[in-house]
């Protein structure tokens, strides 16, 4: 990794953890009260608020629908025009690094867009969002297998699919090509 990336890595860290302390404050929750509704351990969190830890996309998952806000939420990417360059793209990856996502752009409001990339027969599995989360996903390059309720949905280069996203699912990459994915995630907004 070069001196820039690992600048803009550790940029993230930072603006996570201090977004997530302002939500988490914003609240009213303790690290401890925090830590019971994702999940996740107090010490992962304290390092996370302190912007010593770079958390995986699965943990920052955990954080985000434990916090009921969107993922986009904790990194704060904003403004009232926005282009996402591929080149300037935050990377949040599995623990493996099997599967990237892109965050596109800040929500404002139920919705999130991805890049999302899955190497060749590779597998993620997601944890189930908060309930009435949606997900569309469109195969923009490569082949998609899509695991919801025990079901496997196969889907070949510019089809979608459309599922309940608070149930477990899995994404597998079938093929000896990377997938190259389009996310939107819905949400219901909270009352």
């Known amino acids: 990794m070069n001196k820039e990336a690992a600048f803009e890595e550790q940029n993230v860290g930072k603006r996570i953890g201090a977004n997530l302390r302002q939500f988490r404050i914003s609240k009213g929750m303790s690290i401890e009260a925090l830590a019971k509704q994702t999940g996740v351990s107090k010490l ?33 990417i904003e403004s009232e025009v926005s282009i996402a360059r ?28 991805y890049r999302g990339y899955l190497q060749p027969y590779g597998e993620y599995t997601s944890e189930a969002h908060r309930p009435g989360v949606v997900e569309f996903v469109t195969v923009m390059s490569g082949q998609l297998a899509v695991e919801v ?3 496997t949905y196969h889907l070949e280069e510019f089809d ?4 309940k996203g608070d149930r477990p699912h899995k994404y597998i990459n079938p093929s000896s090509a990377l ?4 996310f939107v995630i819905s949400y219901v907004p909270s009352s």
């Open 160 to 163: 979608s699919i459309r599922f």
């Open 86 to 113: 591929k080149q300037d793209a935050l990377k949040l990856s599995s623990s493996n690094e099997v599967f990237i996502a892109e965050p596109l752009f800040h929500s404002h409001g139920s919705m999130e867009l």
């Open 179 to 182: 997938a190259i994915l389009h």
């Open 44 to 76: 992962t969190l304290l390092k996370i608020e302190h912007g010593e830890a770079n958390p995986t996309l699965s943990v920052i998952w955990r954080i985000a629908n434990g916090l009921h806000i969107p993922i986009t939420a904790l990194l704060s």
């Open 149 to 151: 309720d025990g079901q």
